[in-house]
């Protein structure tokens, strides 16, 4: 890691440099005055490499990857994934890093900033998804600052663009212990990990978002006091019954009494910003238990949604599965790749 000192030197010289390229200003010497690290550190750098790691804008195309793909250590190579602008590593656990987060970190540096170069150029960012449902952070008593400052550091340890939130911690919801948690644990990732030079998601499942179903207040109560922290929600509209979210009208209008007010557009109601309410879908029916629909009939309710102001994007789980002729499918009506 890069000295804090240095940090803020580099960061001047960012500016600086950004400066020139929109003015257009010709400069003979554009390093001149720099010390000899902060040199060879930006002689190393590309020009979008010396650019911040902004937030996209949406909508995102978010895939998730923990599944053991035969020849590839780590990510998959940026052209499996194209239509895509967001890989996430699964998972790192309050235990360590397995599967993809773990292939990752068996990478050597240079071939991590090999991979890192490939995708910036492609226009993908990538992150690690924490928890998942092995998970319970909370019910297993873990400590909300500590494990945020740990999973920081990781994230800057390998280079990465940012954490996706995975909590699946069932009991704590229940129980209604997990949004405090959650909020505590958002607050100190997000002053480790800065906006605007790191991604910060959540992926809920969608009945969390049902009003007063929650003794806690779920996760309308975390995105009251959290959400601008929170740069978008990777929303598992799967998993939740065999008819739950199954076709356009109980996805996108009116989800069934069993989860209340929990479909996108009724989650944007409850006041959930409707560029953050990111649809998340199984890439088949083997990667969930319920909750499937097919990429053309998806791409009709993607294309229905943007049609009434909507723009989050589509995440799925997972690599293999959905690749880049699944994205493609499901953007054909709206955001065509």
Request: negative net charge; charged residues 15%.
């Amino acid at each position: 890691m890069l000295s804090s000192a240095f940090q803020r030197v580099a960061a001047l010289v960012v500016a600086y440099f950004v400066f020139h390229l929109t003015t257009a200003v010709a400069s003979p010497a554009p390093f001149e005055g720099l010390d000899k690290e902060a040199r060879d550190a930006l002689a190393d750098m590309t020009p979008r490499e010396l650019v911040t790691r902004a937030t996209p804008a949406a909508p995102h195309w978010v895939v998730y990857g923990d599944k053991y793909a035969p020849g590839t250590t780590g990510p998959p190579d940026a052209s499996a994934i194209k239509g895509f602008n967001v890989f996430l590593l699964s998972f790192l656990l309050t235990e360590g890093a397995w599967d993809k987060a773990y292939e990752w970190t068996t990478l050597t540096a240079a071939q991590r900033a090999t991979v890192k170069s490939q995708y910036a150029a492609a226009g993908i960012k990538l992150m690690v998804s924490v928890f998942g449902s092995t998970d319970v952070p909370t019910s297993s008593g873990a400590d909300p600052i500590g494990t945020a400052n740990t999973i920081a550091a990781w994230v800057k340890q390998y280079s990465l663009d940012g954490v996706d939130v995975d909590y699946e911690d069932f009991n704590a919801m229940d129980a209604g212990t997990a949004e405090n948690w959650l909020i505590s644990f958002t607050q100190q990732l997000r002053s480790q990990l800065p906006s605007g030079s790191y991604i910060i998601t959540h992926a809920p499942v969608a009945p969390w978002f049902s009003p007063n179903k929650w003794p806690g207040g779920g996760y309308l109560k975390v995105n009251q006091q959290v959400g601008s922290l929170i740069d978008w929600y990777n929303i598992q509209f799967y998993n939740q019954g065999s008819t739950e979210y199954t076709t356009c009208a109980g996805l996108l209008t009116a989800s069934s009494s069993t989860w209340p007010n929990s479909a996108v557009f009724q989650i944007i109601a409850s006041g959930v910003p409707e560029s953050k309410v990111v649809i998340g879908k199984p890439a088949n029916t083997g990667d969930a238990n319920n909750g499937y629909i097919a990429p053309a009939t998806l791409a009709g309710c993607v294309s229905q949604a943007k049609s009434q102001g909507w723009n989050a994007g589509v995440s799925t789980w997972e690599f293999p599965d959905a690749a880049a002729s699944w994205i493609q499918t499901v953007r054909a009506s709206s955001w065509p790749v």
